[in-house]
């Protein structure tokens, strides 16, 4: 029957005739240390899938073990969403983003999945939060991605209909049945028996439908966008919202710049959704696959896109104002902006495009509802969900509009799950996410996407003064509730905006000294021995810290899952969540934390530290403070 190919890159999709154990079987042994290399979080499962085991490998080839590992992948899922949906035919979405070795794994899961009479909806390459808006019309989704990690990594993310990853109990029983099968008897070989059976399924169907679905999932959305940026499902208060970012873009002729990497992003709907809104769009690196440099969108990636944004400028390309990178899910992407003060590009950390973010849909949602005075704000029970290592600039924001903070141990499930728990309970949840890699979610939206996060941004440059209906734009309502109003120019620039908030000095995830490697496979046991050594040399050091850093008291707080408790007497509680140490002052006002957590999707410890402040002295303090909490970790790992 040949192979089909897809009509948007010409890539090929399959082949009806394809088999990963032609040649190979796998090994039982093999078979067994694969796995037990594999990462199995409530946010996704992830490995390297490459044949080579390089991680920087970009082969197609996944080799016979992997190969099975994603029969048992598709043959656990098969069984969960049956019996989750009640369903015994589910549609299911399948996508993939822009790795070489997702073809040959989601030629494999097809099979197992139509196998099993589920109804496969294909889209080949796509991004993270456009298989998760098309998900909303089937029983669930299947995503092919190990999302910023190095291109010979792989991995799958699970979800329902409510266009989110599925929550980490539920995880937890899909895990169960995925380890289950992994363990009987002969699993390698009784992997190549199950996918043999495959073989008789009609593939090729699935493999004709990919460019209808595409299209459809496209079209799904675009409109689904448009609904998450303008806060609202009436289409008439819509219309008004897009009609005025259009005239606003087209006034002010503003340019939006991609560097996208070569990720999934390249075949979505950025270039038509900003044109359509009177954006100019420039992008590079914008074939699907060209991965020309590291993918994680963190400032020493962002680079490629400031240089790109000053050459336009120097060429006389001054509407260039944004500028995005995303990661190869095209579920996340940072900023880059144009300094009008300083007359270059500059890269935002990670911590303010998610502090800009969250001033901007709290700043909107309370526009929306008319509420400008404290008594309108706090009838709007306002909520943020983020992750524990966000900076405490997100209380300080949330503090001017009545509204307060919830924090989830790290990863997208979490404080998504947690979100969800807070609506329950009566809280309106416009914005959540993690401040630590800046991803945003909007409400609706149950995933990162950097189209709104660039959007929240130009919310805040766009939504000004509304005269006739009494009402101040975003950012005049922002200086108001922090008693600067007098400071408000109505020719306000981004840099004006992002010097407005909070003065923090914080760790970036993906530096190196954010980053450990310990030998202690028990998290709660080492943290019980970091408890020690904390209580050790505290007692040494306290005096000197309160000295030089006022610092006068700390508490201990765990995450796990949605779950935060404080004043934790037995760090050991903290389990594999997050643990985090806050110090006050004399006043007990927090003043800084030092943080740390086992990564759920790579094979590292990871430390963060966030101290009120940017100036010299507390950067210095945020260096010696990390230092210090490094120098305990490898303490307590020794212990």
């Given at each position: 029957m040949g192979i089909f190919y897809d009509k948007h890159t010409n890539f090929p999709i399959g082949s009806a005739d394809f088999s990963p154990f032609k040649t190979n079987r796998p090994s039982q042994d093999a078979m067994k240390k694969e796995l037990d290399s594999m990462i199995l979080s409530a946010s996704g499962w992830r490995k390297i899938f490459t044949a080579s085991g390089d991680e920087e490998d970009a082969q197609s080839s996944i080799g016979p073990e992997n190969a099975a590992l994603s029969v048992y992948i598709a043959q656990s899922f098969s069984q969960y969403i049956q019996q989750a949906a009640g369903k015994q035919h589910p549609v299911i979405v399948v996508g993939l983003d822009a790795r070489p070795t997702g073809q040959e794994i989601a030629e494999i899961?097809?099979?197992?999945?139509?196998?099993?009479?589920?109804?496969?909806?294909?889209?080949?390459?796509?991004?993270?939060?456009?298989?998760m808006a098309y998900a909303r019309e089937c029983d669930g989704f299947v995503y092919i991605s190990a999302s910023h990690n190095p291109v010979g990594h792989n991995g799958i993310k699970f979800g329902f209909n409510d266009g989110g990853v599925i929550p980490g109990s539920e995880a937890a029983k899909l895990t169960a049945l995925f380890k289950n099968l992994c363990a009987i008897e002969n699993s390698s070989q009784k992997a190549v028996e199950l996918y043999n059976d495959s073989m008789q399924t009609d593939i090729a169907s699935v493999y004709n439908k990919v460019s209808f679905y595409k299209e459809e999932a496209l079209a799904f959305y675009r409109n689904f966008t448009q609904t998450v940026i303008s806060s609202t499902p009436d289409h008439a208060q819509r219309a008004d919202f897009l009609e005025s970012i259009q005239k606003s873009a087209r006034q002010k002729k503003l340019t939006i710049l991609a560097d996208m990497n070569g990720s999934a992003r390249t075949v979505s709907i950025d270039k038509d959704f900003f044109t359509s809104l009177g954006f100019s769009f420039i992008s590079f690196n914008d074939t699907p696959r060209d991965i020309v440099h590291a993918i994680i969108p963190e400032p020493e990636n962002l680079v490629h896109c400031a240089r790109k944004m000053e050459e336009l400028h120097s060429q006389g390309d001054t509407s260039v104002v944004l500028g995005y990178m995303p990661d190869c899910d095209g579920d996340r992407g940072n900023i880059v902006y144009w300094n009008e003060t300083a007359k270059k590009a500059e890269v935002l950390m990670a911590q303010e495009v998610f502090a800009l973010s969250v001033l901007s849909e709290l700043s909107f949602t309370a526009y929306n509802n008319n509420a400008q005075t404290p008594e309108e704000l706090m009838k709007l029970k306002t909520a943020v969900s983020v992750n524990d290592p966000t900076s405490m600039r997100i209380e300080e924001i949330a503090e001017a509009f009545y509204a307060s903070v919830y924090r989830a141990e790290v990863g997208e499930a979490n404080v998504v799950n947690l979100a969800r728990s807070l609506r329950d309970k009566g809280f309106t949840v416009p914005i959540l996410g993690e401040g630590s890699n800046g991803g945003n979610i909007t409400h609706p939206a149950a995933?990162?996407?950097?189209?709104?996060?660039?959007?929240?941004?130009?919310?805040?440059?766009?939504?000004?003064?509304?005269?006739?209906?009494?009402?101040?734009?975003?950012?005049?309502?922002?200086?108001?509730?922090?008693?600067?109003?007098?400071?408000?120019?109505?020719?306000?620039?981004?840099?004006?905006?992002?010097?407005?908030?909070?003065?923090?000095?914080?760790?970036?995830?993906?530096?190196?000294?954010?980053?450990?490697?310990?030998?202690?496979?028990?998290h709660a046991l080492l943290k019980k021995s970091y408890q020690n050594v904390l209580h050790d040399q505290w007692n040494e050091k306290k005096d000197e810290l309160n000295t030089e850093y006022g610092i006068a008291s700390w508490r201990a707080v765990s995450n796990n899952g949605i779950i935060q408790t404080d004043n934790i007497s037995d760090f050991s509680e903290s389990k594999s969540g997050g643990l985090k140490i806050i110090f006050s002052d004399s006043q007990g006002k927090d003043i800084a934390f030092i943080w740390m957590r086992g990564s759920g999707t790579e094979p590292v410890f990871r430390v963060m530290c966030d101290v009120k402040g940017n100036s010299s002295a507390c950067k210095a303090m945020e260096s010696k403070l990390l230092e210090w909490h490094r120098s305990m970790v490898h303490s307590a790992d020794v212990a």
């Amino acid at each position: 029957m040949g192979i089909f190919y897809d009509k948007h890159t010409n890539f090929p999709i399959g082949s009806a005739d394809f088999s990963p154990f032609k040649t190979n079987r796998p090994s039982q042994d093999a078979m067994k240390k694969e796995l037990d290399s594999m990462i199995l979080s409530a946010s996704g499962w992830r490995k390297i899938f490459t044949a080579s085991g390089d991680e920087e490998d970009a082969q197609s080839s996944i080799g016979p073990e992997n190969a099975a590992l994603s029969v048992y992948i598709a043959q656990s899922f098969s069984q969960y969403i049956q019996q989750a949906a009640g369903k015994q035919h589910p549609v299911i979405v399948v996508g993939l983003d822009a790795r070489p070795t997702g073809q040959e794994i989601a030629e494999i899961i097809i099979r197992i999945l139509l196998k099993n009479g589920i109804q496969v909806r294909y889209l080949f390459i796509s991004a993270a939060p456009e298989i998760m808006a098309y998900a909303r019309e089937c029983d669930g989704f299947v995503y092919i991605s190990a999302s910023h990690n190095p291109v010979g990594h792989n991995g799958i993310k699970f979800g329902f209909n409510d266009g989110g990853v599925i929550p980490g109990s539920e995880a937890a029983k899909l895990t169960a049945l995925f380890k289950n099968l992994c363990a009987i008897e002969n699993s390698s070989q009784k992997a190549v028996e199950l996918y043999n059976d495959s073989m008789q399924t009609d593939i090729a169907s699935v493999y004709n439908k990919v460019s209808f679905y595409k299209e459809e999932a496209l079209a799904f959305y675009r409109n689904f966008t448009q609904t998450v940026i303008s806060s609202t499902p009436d289409h008439a208060q819509r219309a008004d919202f897009l009609e005025s970012i259009q005239k606003s873009a087209r006034q002010k002729k503003l340019t939006i710049l991609a560097d996208m990497n070569g990720s999934a992003r390249t075949v979505s709907i950025d270039k038509d959704f900003f044109t359509s809104l009177g954006f100019s769009f420039i992008s590079f690196n914008d074939t699907p696959r060209d991965i020309v440099h590291a993918i994680i969108p963190e400032p020493e990636n962002l680079v490629h896109c400031a240089r790109k944004m000053e050459e336009l400028h120097s060429q006389g390309d001054t509407s260039v104002v944004l500028g995005y990178m995303p990661d190869c899910d095209g579920d996340r992407g940072n900023i880059v902006y144009w300094n009008e003060t300083a007359k270059k590009a500059e890269v935002l950390m990670a911590q303010e495009v998610f502090a800009l973010s969250v001033l901007s849909e709290l700043s909107f949602t309370a526009y929306n509802n008319n509420a400008q005075t404290p008594e309108e704000l706090m009838k709007l029970k306002t909520a943020v969900s983020v992750n524990d290592p966000t900076s405490m600039r997100i209380e300080e924001i949330a503090e001017a509009f009545y509204a307060s903070v919830y924090r989830a141990e790290v990863g997208e499930a979490n404080v998504v799950n947690l979100a969800r728990s807070l609506r329950d309970k009566g809280f309106t949840v416009p914005i959540l996410g993690e401040g630590s890699n800046g991803g945003n979610i909007t409400h609706p939206a149950a995933v990162r996407d950097p189209l709104n996060t660039l959007f929240a941004l130009i919310k805040l440059l766009t939504i000004k003064d509304d005269v006739e209906k009494g009402k101040k734009g975003l950012f005049h309502l922002w200086l108001t509730l922090t008693n600067r109003a007098h400071t408000y120019n109505e020719n306000f620039t981004l840099a004006d905006i992002i010097n407005s908030l909070p003065s923090y000095t914080t760790t970036g995830v993906s530096e190196q000294r954010a980053l450990l490697h310990i030998t202690s496979k028990d998290h709660a046991l080492l943290k019980k021995s970091y408890q020690n050594v904390l209580h050790d040399q505290w007692n040494e050091k306290k005096d000197e810290l309160n000295t030089e850093y006022g610092i006068a008291s700390w508490r201990a707080v765990s995450n796990n899952g949605i779950i935060q408790t404080d004043n934790i007497s037995d760090f050991s509680e903290s389990k594999s969540g997050g643990l985090k140490i806050i110090f006050s002052d004399s006043q007990g006002k927090d003043i800084a934390f030092i943080w740390m957590r086992g990564s759920g999707t790579e094979p590292v410890f990871r430390v963060m530290c966030d101290v009120k402040g940017n100036s010299s002295a507390c950067k210095a303090m945020e260096s010696k403070l990390l230092e210090w909490h490094r120098s305990m970790v490898h303490s307590a790992d020794v212990a």
